[in-house]
T-cell receptor, first 113, second 112 residues
Framework: DSGVTQTPKHLITATGQRVTLRCSPR?????VYWYQQSLDQGLQFLIH???????AKGNILERFSAQQFPDLHSELNLSSLELGDSALYFC????????????FGPGTRLTVT | GENVEQHPSTLSVQEGDSAVIKCTYS??????FPWYKQELGKGPQLIID?????GEKKDQRIAVTLNKTAKHFSLHITETQPEDSAVYFC???????????FGPGTSLSVIP
């Protein structure tokens, strides 16, 4: 158990809908990262937040957005969902300030029908 | 753009043999290289990492080597066991706040 929690574990929704994925980092970790894992794209970095501020952006679609709250949990919002958005979504956390290790949560499996 | 290549994509070894997975990265400014193991239905788990000021690091049966000049790094697993069977990802990163680029993964099967 990495100490990172993600909810829900599974999510099934229809095209055009909007969903919110939630991540709670390990105790003491200030950074949260979001990744998308699909069969044909591998692990793709989406976005990184540090202590409430966006730090880096990867291949995140405009239909996707994220935020990190004062209690350091993070949410990834996916809107206007398409079939191709079906994937595993992972968050990871780390303690910054020179420490690089990222610890991954168990993931949320999103299925868009 | 930034890219991490990983080979082989699948690897099958007999229990007790060694396994080697190789990665190359494109951005010479990368300075942190973690390796992750992902078992079916689980999130990636950090197994070892190496920073750019070190050429080799070992942790029990796992070792990682880094050649910054050639922009190569490799994972070596000795005395493989069936529980080593998983997908392994290499990754590269520039700074604490930069994005992490993952390789496409290697599916390792250890045959008892």
């Amino acid at each position: 158990d990495s100490g990172v929690t993600q909810t829900p574990k599974h999510l099934i929704t229809a095209t055009g809908q909007r969903v919110t994925l939630r991540c709670s980092p390990r105790s003491g970790d200030l950074s949260v990262y979001w990744y998308q894992q699909s069969l044909d794209q591998g692990l793709q970095f989406l976005i990184h937040y540090y202590n409430g501020e966006e730090r880096a952006k990867g291949n995140i679609l405009e239909r996707f957005s994220a935020q990190q709250f004062p209690d350091l949990h993070s949410e990834l919002n996916l809107s206007s969902l398409e079939l191709g958005d079906s994937a595993l979504y992972f968050c990871a956390s780390s303690v910054e300030g020179g420490v690089y290790e990222q610890y991954f949560g168990p993931g949320t499996r999103l299925t868009v029908t | 753009g930034e890219n991490v290549e990983q080979h082989p994509s699948t690897l099958s070894v007999q229990e007790g043999d060694s396994a080697v997975i190789k990665c190359t990265y494109s951005d010479s400014a990368s300075n942190y290289f973690p390796w992750y193991k992902q078992e079916l239905g689980k999130g990636p788990q950090l197994i070892i990492d190496i920073r750019s000021n070190v050429g080799e690091k070992k942790d029990q049966r796992i070792a990682v080597t880094l050649n910054k000049t050639a922009k190569h790094f490799s994972l070596h697993i000795t005395e493989t066991q069936p529980e080593d069977s998983a997908v392994y990802f290499c990754a590269a990163r520039k700074t604490s706040y930069d994005k992490v680029i993952f390789g496409p993964g290697t599916s390792l099967s250890v045959i008892p």
